[in-house]
């Protein structure tokens, strides 16, 4: 059986098949829904409330699913499946994208990244002498770099192409993390 907030989740994503998320209002959500504003806002506090708990059920929760070091190398997967899973559902995501700032978007994207960088830095440095500053340093410029990189295909209308950029920055960051954790501990003695 459905939930409340799935059937209102589900209104808006039939909703954003033919609109743009800054043409479609909470009663159009609930008219689709069959429920009143009340009901609406009981779940959520606004649309983009909404667009929130549909981009956390609609996009695969691999990202936040790796919980040992054992499972690191799967972050590169893990991230792939995730654009992946916003190619499959560009309408949802280009409609949102465009009612939305890119600034919230990133936001969002950033932190579905976070967690998998965090990992990958903290497997990579595993046994070395990194600081705390050096450490969130590359865990924020690999996790925003993973966001822009999203945000840049995003803004290209999310052409297939997009996955051969994709390939070649995890790549990157495959062949880089290790080599600058090594540099930055070196320089801590």
């Known amino acids: 059986m459905s939930s409340t907030k799935d059937v ?14 800054d043409k479609i209002t909470v009663q159009d959500v609930v008219n689709e829904a069959g429920v009143n504003r009340q009901t609406f806002y009981y779940h959520f506090q606004d649309i983009f409330a909404l667009v929130s708990y549909v981009l956390d059920q609609e996009i695969p929760k691999q990202l936040t699913d790796i919980s040992s070091p054992e499972q690191i190398p799967q972050w590169r997967r893990a991230y792939r499946d995730f654009t992946d899973k916003l190619y499959a559902n560009r309408t949802l995501v280009l409609n949102t994208y465009d009612a939305i700032t890119p600034r919230q978007f990133e936001s969002y994207l950033y932190s579905k990244t976070r967690p998998v960088i965090t990992m990958m830095i903290d497997s990579e440095s595993d046994g070395l002498n990194i600081t705390a500053a050096d450490r969130e340093f590359l865990i924020e410029i690999y ?12 803004d290209e209308g999310m052409p297939d192409q997009h996955h051969v950029q994709l390939t070649r920055f995890l790549d990157s960051i495959q062949e880089t993390v290790r080599t600058i954790i090594t540099t930055f501990t070196a320089k801590n003695g």
């Open 8 to 21: 209102l989740a589900k209104s808006l994503l039939k909703l954003l098949q033919n609109n743009s998320l």
């Open 143 to 154: 996790a925003r770099g993973c966001a822009g990189l999203v945000i840049s295909w995003m």
